[in-house]
DNA sequence: CTGTTAGCGCCTTCAC
DNA sequence: GTGAAGGCGCTAACAG
């Protein structure tokens, strides 16, 4: 970093310690300054164009102000949604949040994890789904444990996870309550599109949706689950190749509002129409829902909410204490997608 | 950060000299290390779960590995878009993003400029719209100087800024192409939904369409003009009050995609069809747009790809050198929320 | 209230 | 090929 002044600088053009200059500029535990002196410090400093140096600043108070966050995809809007929420509470906090997508990849968030703890990060927040993969699974609570012997604060979106704080979303009960809700309106035939098996998401909503329709004596039939990218085009393609297969269902659930998403233009595009042939119903409730044709229903996550609440959960609690889990409640939003049909008992 | 193992622990458990292990971790300039010892490093290393400090590295070696992104708000599919692409590329050159979110408020952005500096970001990528406001103007010129002086890249996209590598896009030109081709489809009576007076993008897309009408004979009435905030509600809000004001225009543009999208609803939820009773058109041509309907005629800017270009010309060029201002062409995208109507001449 | 002195953890000329 | 020592910029005890 050349060309740019330091402390021991401004202190030299004020004529006074490097301390006093620091204590003048950053005050520090409890020492104040001298008016005069202060002064001509902060004089000083905004003549060179002075800048502390952030890292040198952390590296000697022993605590950086970074908060790394993992998501999926930063362009997913379930993503987006989240991280503008810890961007949000980092922002209150003095704290900076630096992202990394994903991807699905394993192997990726892994690495972004490592990188995590390499800066030292104040705080590292998983949103997204977990992986069922023992093997990474323990990679990840290997260097989440290393994190938080750094002092680091840890929170995780989505599912309970051994030995961290999380913000657990409500998959199944909200997925339950979802399928008992279509059932009440009237649907007893249905599919589903699903994630990836490995995404726990996504297989806990689909047990939560088949265990409701359970509960009211539907059976989920096996050929009617079909899993796919838990993108918009996965959605696209799953339900392209449901109505390959002659689709056998009066309402469709995709475990995400993407996906969902993607199904729509699926069936849009092959003549169908929703709901008139086809009920459709979705998870999330991201805000572009109430900008499509017709409006979708789905179960209501407050995502933005969420990504602040796990900021306060990270930063709230120390690293060392016992992790805690909260729970999001999730709410059923019934919209023009399933108007419901008469039950035929 | 207690608890933390440190390189030199690492060499003390190898058996080695500090720099030894350095070098055996972290491959310095050139010199090599010993096949036995190397491993004999490596192995301490990994059984005491050794992980960098990557602020003492970045202290010592002089450079950082992070690179600031600003936008205006992450959960804005056009920002998102972008970061994705930001991140991405970045990711490529193992760097890290910090990605911030002003709000549009300049005080925000300068606040976030100045910690990028603090952190010695090595590049910052200033992404959405300059302000015209010649005070923020020459506050945030003169900070990116000292990240320049500090030795860090610098890109801009949107429109040219004195002094730094920028990735232009061709708002004017875009706006005016779509002018033109709306004026060829035979449109003649125009409004448009513009962002505040003082974002640059919307001043410029906006003059572009004015030109591009005039250069068919056609004048933009200044009352069929009317700012908003421009995101997805102010255009909901400015198309709410062009319908009150009783709208005297059979095509509407708005200066991007979300706040046409906002349009949109508006128009819907007081029983205006798109394009029946009036056409509209955007710009940016954000990914959401081919799930509403009707497809939306807007104008191509390939986002992602801006975003890794972004950082390229941050990367490619000196922080001394001369800014090199690029610029990115926009592509007029007709669908059918204009279909055209017969021309009456 | 102000100045002095150690480090923070790592890399990198230098000698060997 | 390996080790020893200085320094990156700043803060935090300690003295005065």
Chains 1, 2 share one sequence.
């Not at 996550?301 to 999730?330: C, F, K, N, Q, Y």
């Amino acid at each position: 970093m050349p060309g740019q002044v330091t402390l021991a600088q401004v202190a030299a053009a004020a004529g006074v310690s490097l301390a006093t200059a620091s204590r003048a500029l950053n005050g520090s535990t409890g020492r104040t300054v001298g008016a005069p002196l202060a002064a001509r410090v902060l004089a000083a400093a905004r003549e060179l164009g002075y800048s502390v140096n952030a890292y040198a600043q952390a590296m000697a108070r022993g605590a950086t102000t970074t908060v790394g966050l993992v998501v999926h995809d930063i362009a997913d809007p379930y993503a987006a949604a989240i991280a503008s929420g810890v961007i949000a509470a980092a922002a209150e906090r003095g704290l900076i949040v630096t992202v990394a997508s994903t991807l699905s990849d394993p192997a990726i968030e892994i690495r972004h994890i490592q990188a995590l703890l390499q800066q030292r990060a104040t705080a590292v927040i998983l949103a997204g789904s977990r992986f069922a993969d023992p093997q990474v699974t323990a990679t990840t609570t290997e260097l989440l444990a290393s994190v938080a012997a750094a002092g680091g604060h840890i929170a995780s979106i989505g599912q309970d996870m051994v030995g961290v704080n999380t913000l657990a979303i409500a998959n199944r009960d909200g997925a339950a309550h979802l399928a008992r809700t279509l059932h009440s309106l009237g649907y007893r035939n249905f599919a589903v599109l699903a994630g990836p098996e490995q995404l726990l998401t996504s297989e806990e909503r689909l047990a939560g949706f088949r265990d409701g329709l359970a509960g009211c004596g539907v059976e989920l039939a096996a050929e009617n689950i079909i899993g796919a990218q838990a993108t918009r085009d996965g959605g696209y393609v799953a339900m392209a190749e449901l109505l390959d297969r002659g689709l056998d269902a009066e309402c469709v659930f995709a475990v995400n509002d993407v996906m969902a998403v993607g199904a729509m233009a699926a069936l849009r595009e092959q003549g169908h129409h929703v709901p008139g042939d086809v009920a459709l119903a979705g998870f999330d409730d991201i805000a572009m829902l109430r900008d499509i044709e017709p409006p979708l229903t789905t179960v209501r996550v407050p995502l933005a909410d969420i990504g602040r609440a796990a900021v306060d959960l990270a930063m709230g609690t120390e690293p060392s204490a016992a992790p805690v889990v909260r729970t999001v409640p999730t709410e059923v939003v019934v919209r023009a997608s399933t108007p419901g049909r008469p039950a035929e008992e």
